[in-house]
C-alpha cells in the first residue's frame, strides 16, 4: 500500500489502514516520545496523543515530505507541548562554562543504545534539547522558538547534557556505564 493510499484510507476511516498506519510507524513514534518523556508511561501516552492528532490531521497532510517524517514532526511537537508545560526545567550556564571544550572520543567505544540510556537518565530540561539539537537536527535558533527559551539557554542546556554525558562515560572507563 503507497503513502497516498495509506492516507486516503485513514482519511475516510478505514480500519485496516488505520491499522497499518499504526503497524508501520508506532514503533518509531514511541522510540521518539522515550527520548523526550520522563517514564514508558508518559511515552505510551504520547504516543496514544499523538496518534490521534495524526488521524484527526491526516487531511492537511501535503506529501511535502514523507509520511513518516511528517508523524515524527507531529510527536515531537506534541512532546515539546508537554515538557513546556512543565515549569523550571531551564538553567542557565555562565559563558565560560559554554566554552568549556569537549572530548568527543569519549562517544566513540559505545554503542548506540548505551548512549540512548545515558541520554534518557538526563534531566529532562537537558535531555531534551540533546534530543532536538544533536539527534533530530534542529537549529538552537528553532529549539529556542520551539521551546519559548532564548537561544543562549538552548545553548546551554546542551552544553550541559553533553558535560554530564561526558562525565558519565569518563567514569564508565573504569566500570559500568549506569548514571
Not at 40 to 54: F, H
Request: hydrophobic share 35%.
Amino acid at each position: 500500500m503507497t503513502e497516498q493510499e495509506l492516507v486516503d484510507g485513514c482519511i475516510r476511516e478505514d480500519r485496516i489502514c488505520q491499522r497499518e498506519l499504526w503497524n508501520r510507524y508506532s514503533r518509531k513514534i514511541m522510540s521518539l516520545c522515550l527520548r523526550y518523556c520522563n517514564s514508558q508511561e508518559e511515552a505510551e501516552d504520547a504516543l496514544m496523543e499523538a496518534y490521534v492528532k495524526i488521524y484527526d490531521n491526516l487531511s492537511k497532510f501535503r506529501f511535502q515530505s514523507s509520511l513518516e517524517t511528517w508523524m515524527r514532526r507531529v510527536a515531537v511537537n506534541l512532546c515539546i507541548n508537554k515538557i513546556r508545560a512543565r515549569k523550571h526545567i531551564w538553567t542557565s550556564i555562565t559563558e565560560d562554562e559554554y566554552r568549556l571544550g569537549y572530548n568527543d572520543d569519549a562517544f566513540e567505544h559505545l554503542e548506540v543504545n548505551q548512549i540512548m540510556k545515558l541520554v534518557e537518565a538526563l534531566p529532562v530540561g537537558y535531555r531534551t534539547v540533546f534530543n532536538m539539537y544533536a539527534i533530530e537536527g534542529y537549529s538552537h535558533k528553532d529549539i529556542a522558538e520551539m521551546l519559548g527559551i532564548d537561544e543562549g539557554t538552548s545553548r546551554s542546556q546542551y552544553a550541559k547534557a553533553r558535560k554530564v554525558l561526558q562525565q558519565h562515560i569518563q567514569k564508565s572507563e573504569g566500570g559500568s556505564l549506569a548514571p
